[in-house]
């Protein structure tokens, strides 16, 4: 609503009041009172048990330090639709859960003055519309399961704050959990409670750090409405999840489709770092459209070892900055860094985008078996054409393969630089693959097919450093730069071969 200024027209002649006109003056003035006391106010203050006496004496609610759950509910429950619950500095211990309710505001003093510690049981549980939660800590711990004094049913999926509903802001929000719970912030489409599509989700400015589990996570219960769409990740950070202490083998910083199907997707400014598995990530199974990732950067995840029986591909290890099975996803400006096993791995691209990527510095633990900064592997037929845009994308200083596509159709990679690789087994990438290392369940003959590959590399540090193998209708061009004692080997190439005419193969140092 928009309150406009009027110029105040001129006051009517002044006379003086009867006795009557007075006490109805008093009488209307009364009822104008009492009008203003019983309206609802749009805001409620709760203060902590440890705030100033000055935050206590302008409260509402003054919290004792104990069960602080219940004043903050009690003050959600008093406000009127669209209301605010203004929580001061301090500690709120709350032994149960806080459901605001629809409309309605929950506000601290920012993530670093005002903290929610859950214990109990207790949770953060939005499962109305159009809710907004802004400036404060959240940290669960102790969780178990209720009947039976255990550890969480791994069969249920909760999160210290849970959002079942749609429409909802979660801004300044910084979080943490112990390992009995299955994430810090999740994003559940649970029909029992919320049963319309979960969509239209925001997180600005939201920190998981130093957990025992996921960071972000969104999963999906029943046969209806399990696609989560138009999700909106801007400047957030996912900050060793799962590397002290894991709630399942499998902790990763932010993943966007466990068992949700995931659409309209976006990813702005965020950090995923020091993870158990994968910093970003998504299952193979639920189909991923229109999901974008601009600026992001996924540092230093990785954390578990490698198992040593290893096979490419294998669902049981992620190990990367970018993990990509599948979809339409694309990636703008976005940088891999020190991740353990893969930069950016990718299977099975269906209309997939990398634009202006960077890796650098995979593989950091020589122990794991096959570090690749951009790993593409294509086990399935896909229907796309182009199935993979690379363009402008870079590998720098690389600890194993800069570079692995295999069993890819109908790939486009332009502009690639590698420089320095180490390689793996004397090669510093391979743009096709034996049969020996076809991703897992591969259904694909050939290494790479139908594709163009644009690139400049460069390097000694392995014997070769581009093995071109098992290719089929291939176009190469770009330049090698290298006094590897073999810089380019092309073997075993199949109908149409490997076109290597607009190539070249120029010594270190060259400038020709």
Excluded at 211 to 226: D, M, R, S
Excluded at 228 to 235: G, K, L
Excluded at 374 to 403: A, E, F, K, T
Excluded at 448 to 459: E, F, K, P, Q
């Amino acid at each position: 609503m928009t309150t406009r200024l009027r110029e105040k027209p001129a006051d009517p002649p002044r006379t003086c009041p009867t006795g009557a006109d007075l006490v109805v003056g008093v009488i209307i003035s009364l009822l104008l009172v009492q009008g203003v006391a019983a309206a609802p106010v749009a805001s409620l203050a709760v203060a902590a048990g440890d705030s100033s006496p000055v935050a206590k004496a302008q409260a509402n609610y003054t919290c004792d330090g104990l069960d602080d759950q219940a004043e903050i509910q009690a003050a959600l429950a008093a406000l009127p639709d669209g209301g605010t619950v203004a929580l001061s500095e301090g500690t709120f211990n709350c032994s149960g859960s806080i459901a605001p309710a629809a409309g309605t505001t929950l506000m601290g003093q920012g993530p670093e003055k005002t903290s929610l510690e859950f214990s109990r049981n207790g949770m953060l549980n939005v499962s109305e519309e159009h809710v907004t939660l802004d400036g404060f800590r959240i940290a669960g711990s102790g969780y178990v399961n209720a009947s039976t004094n255990t550890t969480l049913d791994l069969g249920r999926w909760l999160g210290v704050l849970t959002v079942y509903a749609s429409h909802v802001m979660i801004h300044n929000v910084t979080g943490t959990a112990d390992a009995s719970i299955q994430a810090v912030f999740l994003l559940l489409h649970n029909p029992n409670v919320y049963a319309p599509v979960l969509e239209d989700v925001e997180f600005v400015n939201c920190r998981a750090v130093d957990t025992g589990t996921y960071g972000f996570l969104h999963n999906a219960w029943g046969l209806e409405n399990t696609t989560i769409r138009d999700i909106r990740y801007e400047n957030c950070a996912a900050i060793n999840c799962g590397r002290n202490g894991t709630f399942n083998p499998w902790v990763t910083g932010f993943d966007f489709a466990e068992l949700n199907d995931i659409e309209g997707l976006r990813v702005t400014d965020c950090l995923a770092e020091g993870s158990l598995e994968s910093g970003f990530h998504f299952e193979w199974n639920p189909a991923k459209r229109d999901c974008v990732f601009i600026n992001c950067t996924g540092r230093d995840n990785g954390q578990k070892p490698c198992p040593e029986d290893y096979l490419l591909g294998d669902p049981d290890f992620f190990g990367s900055g970018f993990y990509l099975p599948g979809g339409q996803v694309s990636l703008v400006n976005c940088r891999a860094e020190g991740n353990g096993a893969f930069g950016f791995f990718v299977v099975n691209p269906d209309g997939m985008l990398l634009y202006n990527c960077t890796e650098s510095g995979t593989g950091r633990d020589s122990a794991i078996a096959k570090p690749i900064s951009y790993c593409v592997l294509q086990s399935l037929p896909v229907s796309r054409n182009p199935s993979i845009v690379m363009d402008h994308c870079r590998s720098i200083d690389s600890n194993g393969w800069g570079l692995f596509v295999c069993g890819v159709n109908n790939a486009v990679i332009r502009d690639f630089t590698m420089a320095n690789p180490a390689g793996i087994d004397g090669i510093g990438a391979i743009l096709g693959c034996p049969s020996s290392e076809l991703p897992v369940n591969s259904t694909i003959d050939a290494g790479v097919s139908n594709s163009t590959i644009d690139l400049a590399a460069s390097g000694d540090r392995p014997q070769t450093l581009v093995y071109i193998v098992n290719n089929r209708n291939v176009t190469y061009s770009g330049r090698i730069v290298s006094d590897a004692a073999r810089p380019v080997v092309v073997e075993w190439t199949l109908a149409g071969g490997a076109d290597l005419t607009d190539l070249e193969v120029l010594p270190a140092g060259s400038t020709a």
